[in-house]
């Protein structure tokens, strides 16, 4: 255990998407840390990272999850309890983005072009995904007027995002959640804020089809995608680590942040629209 300085020892938290990017180095730094880990997500690679981070602490469990069918959650939600006895942080990681433009001159109705199925899916995991989740974990926070709830959205939820519109507005909808969760839940000892990174070094989840996507509703070559990723749109002039989230994250959960809430973290070395 590498620091104590936070006070999350012995910490119960659930990491939804938890098995790779963002959410896997948010899991990692919270058993660095001391808490105990739930990672939740609906690939069963979350296996091998509770493997990984066991080899540290014998306490940590995956709990495979799809957090937009609401059985799945309450049961990902009442498991928790029922071997650790609480839930003390909430970390709502869990997204997909599928790059898309809203309309297309080139190719009307074409590959890149939004359509409904691929909204839905944007908005059920994005959105009623941590609406679930932040709901059935809450019910339990209550009982013990205790918590923490991290949502993490996006610099494009507040900037808007040029082919990634769909993506932009869900992200945008858990910034207006996080502000409203936590004038509900405030009064109850529960904590609500958001984090939103900005570009970040390459994950997984950065596949050559995703690129091609971006790099196609913005006209331009998956080249130049990768230099504006290589710091030309950033002030640090540097993506993000995913560490460095994690970190934050880890601040944001524990008590050393208690005055903090209903706002949300933008952590993209400075980027913004200007």
């Not at 899916?121 to 932040?134: D, E, H, P, R, Y």
């Not at 936590?182 to 990174?197: H, M, S, T, W």
């Not at 070094?201 to 089809?209: C, F, I, K, Q, V």
Request: net charge neutral.
């Amino acid at each position: 255990m590498k620091d104590t300085w936070l006070g999350l020892e012995g910490k119960v938290a659930i990491v939804t998407g938890g098995a790779s990017g963002i959410g896997k180095a948010i899991a990692t730094e919270l058993v660095d840390n001391g808490s105990i880990v739930v990672i939740s997500d609906i690939s069963s690679d979350g296996n091998k990272v509770i493997e990984e981070l066991n080899k540290k602490s014998h306490k940590n469990m995956f709990i495979k999850t799809d957090i937009t069918k609401i059985d799945e959650v309450k049961f990902m939600i009442q498991k928790t309890i029922e071997v650790y006895g609480k839930i003390d942080i909430l970390v709502n990681n869990a997204g997909i983005n599928i790059p898309r433009l809203l309309v297309d001159p080139k190719d009307p109705n074409g590959k890149y072009e939004l359509n409904e199925a691929e909204f839905d899916l944007m908005v059920s995991i994005n959105q009623k995904g941590t609406f679930l989740c932040a709901q059935c974990a809450a019910r339990e926070m209550l009982k013990r007027k205790s918590g923490v709830i991290i949502n993490i959205t996006s610099e494009s939820g507040l900037e808007g995002s040029e082919g990634q519109s769909c993506y932009a507005g869900t992200k945008g909808a858990i910034y207006a959640l996080t502000r409203s969760w936590a004038k509900e839940l405030g009064k109850y000892g529960i904590r609500v804020v958001g984090v939103a990174p900005g570009i970040i070094e390459e994950t997984g989840l950065r596949t050559n089809e995703y690129e091609e996507s971006l790099a196609y509703t913005r006209g331009i070559t998956v080249e130049k995608l990768r230099e504006e990723y290589n710091n030309s749109s950033i002030p640090l002039r540097r993506v993000g680590k995913l560490k460095e989230i994690a970190d934050l994250v880890c601040y944001l959960a524990s008590d050393r942040a208690s005055y903090i809430h209903g706002v949300t973290y933008n952590i993209s070395g400075g980027k913004s629209r200007g």
